[in-house]
């Protein structure tokens, strides 16, 4: 796919099929993360990939005693009959973190990120940002993120749902950020 219509067609994913992608699919998202821009060259980044059906149920059962009310019912809406899932079901859950002593790493995550969506894009694939295991949830499930392999001293700044797609995204919310141009 051309880079340029990659961009224009990476949309969020919010309903994934159970089937797991192959190694070689999630071993090319994994290299667009690693190929994306550090600050100072700093490369702090630890991306935990899980696959593991009894971590994501685990996961998701703290993540929804920490979640407010309004955001469970909307998670509800969105997963149906599939029930509450922070990552909406995905096979594939990535969670990025990286040391927090350094001022850019929130925006090492974010470029790491946006470049695992747009490789999922090129290889079919859906995705979207987890927000969930951030800020002060991150402390919270310490434990979890421990045993997932995310480094004692890393903040998490976002995560990765990652599969097949099961339903096509929602319509696309026109975009109307502006942008001026000095010539
Ligand atoms: C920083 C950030 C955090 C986000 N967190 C979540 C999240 O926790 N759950 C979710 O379903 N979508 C999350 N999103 C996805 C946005 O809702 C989505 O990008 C937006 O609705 C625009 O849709 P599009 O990505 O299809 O263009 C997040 C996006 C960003 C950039």
């Known amino acids: 796919m051309d880079a340029i219509e990659c961009l224009g067609s990476r949309r969020t994913c919010r ?3 159970p089937d797991m992608p192959t190694d070689e699919e999630i071993s090319a998202v994994l290299g667009a993360a690693l190929n994306a821009p550090s600050g100072m060259s700093r490369f702090t980044r630890h991306f935990a990939v899980i696959t593991n059906a009894d971590w994501l149920a685990r996961m998701n059962a703290r993540v929804r005693t920490l979640a407010g009310d309004a ?6 809406e969105r997963n149906g009959e599939k029930g509450y899932s922070c990552n909406y079901h995905s096979p594939v859950f990535i969670v990025v973190s990286a040391d927090p ?3 850019t790493s929130r925006d090492d995550c974010a470029c790491a990120l946006e470049s695992m969506f747009l490789a999922a894009t090129a290889l079919g694939l859906g995705s979207c940002w ?17 045993e997932a ?12 749902a990652l599969g ?3 339903a096509p995204s929602a ?3 026109p975009r109307t950020e502006k942008i001026t141009y000095l010539k």
């Open 15 to 17: 309903a994934f099929k």
């Open 71 to 76: 955001s469970v019912a909307s998670n509800l």
């Open 101 to 103: 002593a350094y001022p």
């Open 130 to 146: 987890i927000n969930q295991l951030g800020g002060d949830n991150c402390e919270k499930l310490r434990d979890l993120l421990r």
């Open 149 to 160: 392999g995310v480094p004692e001293n890393h903040r998490v700044y976002g995560c990765c």
């Open 164 to 166: 097949y797609p099961a």
């Open 171 to 173: 319509p696309k919310k």
